[in-house]
């Protein structure tokens, strides 16, 4: 198979033989992939799949499967189960390049692979080059020895993940406690193969996603070439922050092929474009060489989360010269600031040049279970809809994959700070010295990769492998069994890769950034997951089926996962459900809920049963569980606010969904908000009222992210269901910066002056320069007990613009357009009666199809 030849060709043959600039040639594009010959059943049971068909690079075999129409896509309907033989199923892949005795003149000739998935072998002609273990790191190989002019074949081997480790889990008597038990047989229950691989664990099947165990070439592949001297990897480590100046280092480092003397030229590019340079020459030996270059900046401007200064951005430029030109350049962006933790009497937040920031926001998951169909326009999205919520932070988690530097550059650019896992998910680590090397080498890779970007403010060793080896019954039986000297051989090798492999790797490659041993943790320095210390994950709501109340019975430090479920807009339903009846219990909706094994819906049943009325027909209860899911994450974000300096940190479980589900994401799958992220965009507004009903009192509180106070008004009024005012408290308030302040605690007796608490309401107000800047609704009774009137609502459009009109209280009034796909500008919004609220409508259809496709719906009457 030729695949673009004649352009590789032209490529390699322009380069020169002496002493020329490192040339990359990429070989990402159109492969072709088999099962691999020596996989005999397999190649029996799908023979179509034992001849070459086209691949594309980088990818999954699952895709290209789904591309040919080998497989339907799992996706759609209840198409998971057809599609599994894959990644049960050894592989192979491969491409033809021509090269040019041009290229064969020249010294180095590297293939480079970005990543491979997982358990591969490259040969080229026949030549075995590279064997490969672990889909989180980059691999290099010397291929010059095996290249020839003209054509040459490049194979990549890549064996079912689940296959090669099998046998060895199988032997075990106890194998070390997973993730997820496949639903589909190929692993026996409690014997899962995925602890003991370092490849993306969310691909084994999680409560949100599906079973999709890729194997590819999931990343880019490129060709480097070069003579004397290249650059591996340029690192900037900010050494001091002042008014005055930035001191850096710049750390390069240098790999050659023989002694030589080469020149580095480090250029600083400021934002205002003013350009600074600093050469240096130095003589580096064969192999790996680390030259360092300091550098001043003076009047350094400082990088800041959003709403608390601008995200000024530098560009340190590196130039290897070699006497004969430039050899080889590379390139960083930067941000100057400096990032801590707070930890003072069990207090845990992040403060950012020295001022500590409340963090508002929540987890990220990956963007889908095919890494490689995700755009940059999609992770954008996903970002400025975060941003968009008055969110500061995401926490990328740790069952994933580390993602694309875009990802990172866009957060940047925004100033939403991230919350770095290393990708472990919450499996039990294997123990041994050949898995912590591994590890060693990813860290290492992934560290200095990404260590330049000012929104990276922490790195986190794992996502709940601690505290579930501490705290979780199954560990805990698991420990009973396997006895004492294993279980301290385990959680010592645990200890070793989380508290020294992985902090290592962050403070040599990243010093300056904190590390974290894990999430939740408390830096061992006592018991995990608890309110007194460290980070939590609060899952007695909804996991533990508590009421959300339950939310309100304490103050953490701080808040790193809680979560409640919903399902996504009839639009991306019916986009993977199709036509025809649905309820809550359909066999497509189930296959699409992987809470409990399919039967999640139950508990997303039991909420709207004990909290809301009931469902008039599938698309209401569809409205009724996003009304849910946005109403708890509302009482548990605003209290965690109003909880500072207590709480320093609120990150609600999930903002995406790497498919169309019904999960406790804000956004679905299509990027569509669900009511959840409207009401973000309140409770996470920059300045807020908390109002809270606890025995037989409202408590009011203000919070504010200011960094100066702000004189405002305070104010909570209560109504009858007629909307006729029964009570009225009003007062001035300077509202302190970065604080939280209660500001009143008011009777019922002395704000419903004896109402029927079914039949009355109160709304609290923060007002500032004569604006209501946060609203919040306090109701005595659970919603499904309010005698809630008609809301008598009407829709007046103008173009794409409609103006929703109550007549009476209208609770949590959702814009409806059915399968039609549209996002308002607000949604899940209350009025009050006589109130209206102008909507923009963004959407592809027209503006007489919204017009037909609108429904309106409220918690009352219809």
Known sequence: ????????????????????????????????????????????????????????????????????????????????????????????????????????????????????????????????????????????VDAKQALKAGENEIIVSIASPIRTLQPKVLAEANPLPGEYDSPYGDEP??????????????????????RLVNIGVWQPVNLEVWDDARVDTLLVHQEALNDAEARLLA??????????????????????????????????????????????????????????GAQPLYKVSGQLGDGQGAADTVERRIGLRTSELVREKGSFGFKINGMVIFAKGSNLIPFDNFPSRVSEAQMRDVLTSARDANMNMIRVWGGGYYLHDAFYAMADEMGIMVWQDFMFGGAVTPPDAEFRHSVKAEAEDQVERLQSHPSIVVWAGNNEVLSGWENWSDRKAFKKKVGPDEQERIGVGMAVLFDRVLRDAVLSRSPGIPYWPGSPSTDYEGPTDTDKDGDRHFWDVWSGSKPVEKYLESCPRFMSEYGFQSMPDMATIREFAGKGDLAIDSPVLKAHQKFLAGEGNDRLKLYMDQRLRPAKDFADLVYLTQVNQAQAIDMAARHHRACRPVTLGSLYWQINDTWPSISWASMDYHGRWKLLHYAARRFFAPQAIVAQHREGATVVSVVSDATQPITGQWRIRSFDMAGKVIGNREEAVSVLPLSATQVASIPDADLFHGADAKASYAVAELIIDGKSVSRTIVERTLPKDMAYPAPGLKAEWDGKKVTITATALARAVMLDFGTTAAQPSDDGFDLLPGESITVDVRSDATAAALKRALTLRTLGPQ
């Open 1 to 140: 198979m030729k695949i673009r030849a004649a352009l590789l060709s032209v490529l390699l043959l322009s380069t020169s033989a002496l002493a020329a600039p490192k040339d990359v040639v990429s070989l990402n594009g159109e492969w072709q992939v088999r099962i691999d010959p020596a996989d005999a059943d397999a190649a029996k049971a799908h023979p179509k799949e034992s001849k070459w068909f086209k691949s594309l690079v980088p990818g999954s075999v699952q895709q290209d499967l789904i591309s040919a129409g080998r497989v339907p896509d799992p996706f759609k309907g209840i198409n998971e189960a057809p599609i599994q033989w894959a990644g049960m199923t050894n592989w192979q892949f491969r491409r033809t390049i021509n090269v040019l005795p041009a290229m064969l003149a020249r010294d180095n000739l590297e293939l480079v692979f970005d990543g491979l998935d997982t358990f591969a072998s490259v040969s080229v002609n026949g030549k075995a080059l590279l064997s490969t273990d672990n889909a989180h790191r980059r691999w290099r």
């Open 251 to 308: 750390r390069y480092r240098v790999v050659a092929d023989k002694e030589t003397t080469v020149t580095l030229t480090t250029s600083i590019t400021a934002p205002d474009g003013t350009v600074q340079k600093v050469e240096r020459t130095a003589t580096v030996a064969a192999g790996v060489n680390e030259v360092t270059v300091p550098l001043t900046i003076e009047k350094p401007q400082r990088w800041w989360p959003v709403g608390y």
């Open 189 to 210: 229950k409690g014997k899962q193969t995925s602890p003991y691989i370092r490849k993306p664990k969310y691909q084994y099947g999680w409560d949100w996603g599906p």
